[in-house]
């Protein structure tokens, strides 16, 4: 339907993780196209390429706790640049610490989640995030 | 390096105090003898005084008696020549005067021998003036001029009279030779007082310089001591305020690391919990496979690959999943004593009737039929959020390993004393048996049948917060009879900057 279909940006350092969180969004049915980087720094290598800043719409799924930088460096970064700015970040991350959850708000992130260790609760919330994400409309480039 | 410089300081100290005494106590001696010897002087030279104006006195009585005999002379002259009461008047006074005043003289002369020889000498003489003077007067009385006449002319009046006048001249110069002695007496002691007293003067004087230099010198070792001591107060001061940085910082850094190891580990467990997830999902489906597989071919079927499918897998997994699961609440509980030891408190004043009574009511539905009590509890001044946690963790305790075989009592009291509040929560529980009073406050330790839902959390989490609002928590138990655990808090949290 969409010319340009929302590429899924999975910026999360454990691998692990990463396989989870794919499987669980593709259980909900979700088939667009998930990048996956393991850390920050090619992640927005990725993201800053004239490419996909030219291209389609992007949605971001941010973990905070990266290896060579913090996610809300990343999310402070993104929120800054001119075209990526109105891109949906989903920050999932294992710290529920209220203080990290309002900064990333405050730097403009769209949606917080804590990732739950009980892995019922987990997958559930992976999958309602697919659902979501299967739904929500995302700003065209200009 | 401190020390032997103390002790050297104190020891000047001490001997600077003996040094100052001394001198002091021999100077006050002094004083009161001179103060002593000034009184002795000044009675002496009263009484040296009192002895010249005596002497004076004695002068004058010997005068007064030659004055009384001569008039008793020129009353008889005057009454011989012409008659007359007026002249036998005059006469007869001084006749009358004489041997009062003899008598008076002797008196006051009665200390000196000399003096009353003297006296002794001249009474039969004066008494003989006077018998001659009274026959001359009785003559003339009796118209008997011619003895009359005869009787003066034999001019023994006359002699008895000269006679008298240089004994009473002898007298007075002997009374006379004892004034001036008395007077230079009393001169020289008057000088001798004045030189005593001003020698007392001069003694005060230097007392006082001595006086005010020793204490002086004292006081100054003292405030040299006193700066000293405060020097090493602050010192002191400066390294605890050293010791309680470092063990804060410490104490922030165990924190720090208990948080990041917690959320580090759980990480990996969320693959864990995932994977073996996905392994039952994939075992799921290999039974259905396996399943359809046999119905297809019964031959394959063997009792090991059933067992491997239906049995050990299952089995593997299940226990994956509840160590995972119970890892996750140890990491979580580790998670929430971090963050508790990280929370600011904040000392108010709080009601701790009103406080029990609410916890109370949150737990209702865990006591069942168990009768909780909750006595007046003294108010306290400290943190609320930390003091409900202790109280509630305390009380649901109590509740949790009540005997079913007996209704369960529990009582909340407290009392307050030298400054702090003791709050107690008793129960007639199962009790705790002897070996495990201190366990039972480890972290992840349990006492007892473990047949009740627990991690070994609570007690541990009320220690520590039992611990950061300054007291301390027992126990006291005995086992199948019940138990007792004591929070002694102090009256007053006092307010901590920042975490503590």
Not at chain 1, 11 to 31: Q, S, Y
Not at chain 1, 72 to 98: C, Q
Not at chain 1, 112 to 141: C, H, W
Not at chain 2, 342 to 357: F, I, K, N, S
Request: proline residues 4%; hydrophobic residues 45%; contains cysteine.
């Amino acid at each position: 339907m969409n010319p340009n279909p929302v590429t899924i940006v999975m910026i999360e350092d454990d691998a692990g993780h990463a396989r989870l969180i794919e499987k669980n969004v593709r259980r909900a049915g979700v088939c667009n196209e998930i990048k996956h980087f393991a850390d920050g720094t090619s992640a927005l290598a990725h993201l800053q390429s004239d490419a996909v800043r030219a291209e389609g719409p992007v949605l971001i799924l941010l973990d905070l706790n990266l290896p060579d930088m913090s996610g809300v460096d990343i999310l402070a970064k993104l929120k800054a640049d001119e075209k990526m700015r109105r891109s949906p970040v989903i920050v999932l991350t294992t710290t529920d610490d209220k203080a990290e959850i309002q900064r990333c708000y405050d730097l403009g992130a769209n949606v917080y989640i804590t990732k739950p260790v009980d892995y019922e609760n987990f997958a559930n919330a992976i999958r309602q995030l697919g659902l979501f994400l299967s739904v929500m409309q995302v700003p065209e480039p200009e | 390096m401190a020390a032997p410089a103390d002790l050297r300081n104190d020891d000047s100290l001490r001997l600077l105090g003996r040094q100052g005494q001394w001198p002091l106590a021999l100077g006050f001696a002094v004083l009161v003898l001179v103060g002593a010897i000034n009184v002795w002087l000044v009675r002496s030279s009263a009484e040296q005084n009192e002895r010249v104006a005596h002497s004076f006195e004695v002068r004058a009585t010997a005068n007064r008696l030659l004055g009384y005999l001569q008039q008793a002379e020129t009353g008889q002259r005057g009454y011989l020549l012409v008659g007359g009461d007026v002249y036998l008047g005059t006469h007869r006074e001084g006749v009358a005067q004489t041997m009062p005043t003899f008598e008076k003289l002797q008196q006051l002369t009665a200390d000196n021998p000399s003096q009353q020889r003297r006296l002794a000498e001249m009474r039969p003489i004066i008494e003989r003036r006077l018998a001659e003077l009274d026959r001359t007067v009785e003559l003339k009385a009796a118209g008997r001029d011619t003895e009359t006449l005869a009787l003066v002319r034999s001019d023994l009046g006359k002699r008895l009279m000269d006679d008298l006048r240089r004994r009473l001249g002898a007298f007075d110069a002997g009374e006379r030779r004892l004034l001036e002695l008395r007077s230079q007496r009393a001169d020289s002691g008057a000088i001798l007082l004045l030189v005593v007293t001003l020698a007392g003067l001069a003694l005060i004087v230097a007392i006082a310089v001595v006086a005010y230099r020793s204490v002086a010198r004292y006081t100054r070792a003292i405030e040299l001591t006193s700066a000293e001591l405060q020097l090493l107060n602050t010192d002191l001061e400066g390294r605890v305020a050293e010791r309680t940085a470092d063990l804060t910082a410490a104490n922030d850094e165990i924190q720090r690391y208990a948080y990041i190891v917690s959320h580090d580990l759980r990480a990996p467990l969320v693959n864990i919990m995932g994977f073996t997830a996905e392994l039952n999902a994939v075992r799921g489906d290999l039974a259905a496979f396996h399943a359809a597989a046999i119905a297809k071919a019964p031959e394959l079927d063997t009792k090991e690959a059933r067992a491997m499918i239906e049995e050990d897998l299952p089995e593997a997994i299940g226990f994956i999943s509840t160590s995972t699961a119970k890892m996750d609440r140890l990491i979580n509980a580790i998670l929430k004593i971090s963050r508790e030891g990280g929370r600011v408190l904040t000392p108010e004043q709080v009601d701790m009737t009103a406080l029990a009574e609410n916890v109370v009511r949150s737990i209702h539905h865990q006591a069942g039929e168990a009768r909780i009590e909750i006595k007046p509890l003294p108010a306290v001044v400290s943190d609320r959020l930390a003091l409900e946690q202790v109280l509630g963790n305390l009380i649901e305790n109590a509740v949790k390993y009540l005997d079913p075989s007996r209704p369960g009592e529990i009582v909340v009291s407290g009392i307050e004393r030298h400054g702090v509040t003791e709050y107690a929560v008793t129960d007639n529980g199962r009790g705790i048996a002897p070996g495990d009073h201190e366990r039972v406050f480890d972290l992840f330790r349990r006492s007892g049948t473990q047949d009740r839902p627990g991690e070994g959390i609570g007690l541990a989490h009320v220690r520590a917060l039992v611990r950061r609002l300054g007291g301390t928590i027992t126990v006291t138990s005995e086992f199948g009879v019940g138990s007792t655990f004591t929070v002694t808090l102090p009256k007053t949290l006092l307010k901590m900057g920042g975490r503590a």
